[in-house]
């Protein structure tokens, strides 16, 4: 199919709700390594990485070596049966997790799943029922994961749920108290002692968080913030669930799971997206307690199925093998000085946060209104692409620039890439 064939389809055979980062969509046809390639034949420097999810580079060789394999010898089972690659993976899991403590998996296909498997083991362990999530969170887009979801961008007319409230995040450049840190006394996160009280039963079944907000546009708090929300929670009668589909595999540098930065253990971590680099996978992780709670019989058709659990095993060897963990916090320093010198540069630049290879940048037209730039931000978001570059958006003024290349990159891709993405800043700047 030619270009305009592709477009014709897009527009005529999906769901017109399929949203899209650019004006005119674009198609993508192949993609190697840092490198994707559209259907015209134009090559981009992937920054984004399918929303952090290739996380090794795509179409790894090493990787795809070993699901061709797994394809000739056995494609699917579904959790009625079990298969060498779950087994090995869920074994593997379990020796990784925040203190070798999460030693139960259940297999999913996606984040959404994942989460929705979650609140229902929280639920069912403590006997409690409300749930507290974070604002400015992403949790997926199911009936309960959109309801978890704190952005009315990506909440539906219909997407809500009884015993849902939600805390404040600790959104330090937009502190939603006027406070600075630290001597505001992270009032954020102590807020959530009286939010409990006053919106809830009082007693609740946990709180689910993402370490890094991901859709929020890469929120990071400081390093007091969970200590203070899990004990807070444990108090109340909940348990504390980890959200990691986008913070996990080393993406925040140093460390296998975003948690362990601020020295938490979860009692439940989720996570998909870049354990497969590309492949549908979702999982589940709790302790023997948690995992017993919740009671038979219950299935994935597609959960730990051989293919994407042989990808997630590789992956996690490639990893291992390469140093990734260390080498993306090397390189995530190194791509966050060239951002700082952006923002130095450029006066639309109001912040520059995250953790590893997991970076943004928060557009702004005053830096001490800190006036949201949404209109500024597409138009850095269409004249990168225009430079052969990729990135992402978010932010709940759709003002951040998100930024998760593939972790086994070279200081020369980050080179390369503040290249371009301070030209395209440039053509902002000269309209």
């Known amino acids: 199919m030619q270009r305009d064939d592709l477009l014709l389809a897009r527009s005529e055979n999906l769901f017109p709700a399929v949203t899209h980062l650019y004006g005119e969509p674009l198609t993508l046809a192949r993609a190697k390594d840092q490198y994707v390639w559209d259907s015209s034949g134009r090559q981009y420097l992937d920054f984004f990485g399918g929303i952090v999810t290739v996380s090794i580079g795509h ?14 010898t056995l494609g699917h089972t579904s959790t009625l049966y079990s298969s060498a ?3 090995r993976l869920a074994g593997k899991l379990a020796s990784i997790s925040p203190g070798g403590a999460l030693t139960r998996a259940m297999f999913t296909n996606s984040g959404s799943e994942a989460n929705e498997t979650a609140i229902q083991a929280a639920r069912l362990y403590t006997g409690n029922s409300d749930i507290i999530a974070l604002r400015h969170s992403y949790h997926g887009r199911s009936q309960l994961s959109a309801a978890l979801t704190g952005n009315h961008a990506w909440r539906p007319a219909g997407a809500a749920a ?39 039963t009082g007693r609740i079944a946990g709180m689910i968080a993402e370490p890094i907000q991901g859709v929020g546009g890469f929120i990071t708090p400081p390093p007091e913030y969970f200590g203070i929300v899990a004990r807070i929670v444990r108090e109340h009668g909940g348990i504390f669930i980890s959200d990691e589909v986008q913070t996990a595999w080393g993406r925040t540098g140093a460390k296998w799971f975003g948690m362990e930065h601020w020295g938490v253990q979860p009692d439940m971590l989720t996570s998909a997206k870049g354990l497969a680099n590309g492949l549908p996978i979702g999982v589940t992780l709790a302790g023997d307690a948690v995992a017993h709670a919740v009671p038979a019989p219950t299935i994935s ?24 963990r260390a080498r993306t916090e090397e390189n995530g320093a190194h791509l966050r000085a060239g951002l700082l010198a952006l923002r130095d540069k450029y006066p639309l630049i109001g912040d520059v946060r995250g953790m590893g290879l997991l970076q943004a940048l928060e557009l702004v037209t005053d830096r001490r209104l800190r006036t949201p730039a949404p209109a500024e931000t597409s138009a850095v978001l269409e004249a990168a692409r225009q430079q052969g570059l990729l990135i992402g958006k978010g932010g709940l003024h759709g003002n ?26 440039e053509t902002i700047g000269n309209q």
């Open 301 to 324: 058709t597609f959960g730990g199925n051989p293919i994407s659990s042989e990808a997630a095993c590789a992956v996690l060897d490639f990893i291992e093998a390469h140093g990734l």
């Open 400 to 425: 951040c620039l998100r930024l998760s290349p593939p972790m086994n990159l070279g200081r020369s891709d980050i080179g390369e890439f503040l290249l371009r993405l301070d030209r395209a800043f």
């Open 59 to 72: 179409c790894n060789s090493e990787i795809n070596e070993r699901v061709h394999r797994q394809i000739d």
């Open 162 to 200: 009884p015993g849902v409230t939600f805390a404040h995040n600790a959104y330090c450049y937009r502190c939603p108290f006027g406070l600075t840190y630290p001597s505001c006394e992270l009032r954020c996160a102590h807020d959530l002692q009286e939010l409990i009280r006053t919106t809830t």
């Open 85 to 87: 690659p779950m087994l």
